[in-house]
Structures are given as structure tokens and as C-alpha cells.
Nanobody, 125 residues
Framework: QVQLVESGGGLAQPGGSLRLSCAAS????????MSWARQAPGKGLEWVAG????????NYADSVKGRFTIYRDNAKNTLYLQMNSLQPEDTALYYC??????????????????WGQGTQVTVSS
């Protein structure tokens, strides 16, 4: 069965960095687009960043553009999110998601069929 397991969350200071990982199993990872999304306390789910199956295209929400980088290692079946210049408003539960196809309309949540359990990121001094 499809499994997505996020890790790498934690506490960071404003201006700091974290790298999230998402270990995928149960499907051919290299054949599907992937994304990261987040949910802050009391708010809805927000798409953050996405990448095509072969890494040929990436896209970012305006709120993280220039600070976050999504990439993948298809040999290791792992998706990553490098987060730099973290801000308190980045505090959220971060999820990785598997797209239904090798490419997708990134921010449309209906494009994704499996989600991980999430990893908490807290940005505070």
C-alpha cells in the first residue's frame, strides 16, 4: 500500500533553516508528481510547493518563493523540502502528497490522492 512518511520537522528560530523529507513506498515514486502542503493552527490546508515526476518542473506558493526549495531523489524514493529564512508564519503541520499523475495542476488539492501523516514545523524565538 502507498505510504508517505514525513520527517525533519522541529523547532527553528526566525531566519533559520530546516529540511523536511518524505519517504515514499508502495508505488513507483519516479512516475508521479509530488507536493508539499501545510496547515497552520486554525487555518485551512495550503499548497506550498510541487515537483513533476522527473524533477523537470517545480512550482511554489508566493508565500515561500525564494525561500523554500523542493527536490526529489528518485533513486531513494524520497521527496525533500529545504526551508530557509523561516518565519513565524511558516509554523504549521507539513504534509507531503502524491499526485495522481506524473504532472499536475500544482495547487489543486484534488490532484493528489495520498497524503502523509505530517511533520510539525514551529518557528519561534
Amino acid at each position: 500500500q502507498v505510504q508517505l512518511v514525513e520527517s525533519g520537522g522541529g523547532l527553528a528560530q526566525p531566519g533559520g533553516s530546516l529540511r523536511l523529507s518524505c519517504a515514499a513506498s508502495g508505488f513507483t515514486f519516479s512516475s508521479y508528481g509530488m507536493s508539499w502542503a501545510r496547515q497552520a493552527p486554525g487555518k485551512g490546508l495550503e499548497w506550498v510547493a510541487g515537483i513533476y515526476s522527473d524533477g523537470s518542473d517545480t512550482n511554489y506558493a508566493d508565500s515561500v518563493k525564494g525561500r523554500f526549495t523542493i527536490y526529489r531523489d528518485n533513486a531513494k524514493n524520497t521527496l525533500y523540502l529545504q526551508m530557509n529564512s523561516l518565519q513565524p508564519e511558516d509554523t504549521a503541520l507539513y504534509y507531503c502528497a502524491k499526485a495522481k499523475n506524473y504532472r499536475m495542476d500544482y495547487p489543486a488539492l484534488y490532484e493528489y490522492d495520498y497524503w502523509g501523516q505530517g511533520t510539525q514545523v514551529t518557528v519561534s524565538s
